[in-house]
């Protein structure tokens, strides 16, 4: 059983910053899958980025704005977003892959104001 606790959700300007925070759960933290997806209104949840052993995938809307990372001593995965637009709004969520299962975390609220 892994648990998934996100932070750092806001109300932000278009062009701001914000770090995403997920801490995990696990004593083989450093072997899963750790991704972020997001949901906007009335759509369906999609990819962001996920990274194992610091090697990192990114969804076109995301690259060149978004990094991805793992702290191992922390067992936290963050989300550094910059450059944020309108449509990057939307519920945030934290995955972990552990080879054999998914876990979801409750999500984060990101909303960008142009």
């Known amino acids: 059983q892994v648990q998934l606790v996100e932070s750092g959700g806001a109300l932000v300007q278009a062009g701001g910053s914000l770090r995403l925070s997920c801490a995990a759960s696990g004593r083989t933290f450093s072997l899963y899958t750790m991704g972020w997806y997001r949901q906007a209104p009335g759509k369906e949840r999609e990819f962001v980025a996920k990274?194992?052993?610091?090697?990192?995938i990114y969804a076109d809307s995301a690259k060149g704005r978004f990094t991805i990372s793992m702290d191992n001593a922390k067992n936290t995965v963050y989300l550094q977003m910059n450059s944020l637009k309108p449509e990057d709004t939307a519920i945030y969520y934290c995955?972990?892959?552990?080879?054999?299962?998914?876990?979801w975390g409750q999500g984060t609220q990101v909303t960008v104001s142009s």
């Open positions: 995955n972990a892959y552990t080879g054999n299962e998914d876990y």
């Open positions: 990274v194992r052993l610091s090697a990192a």
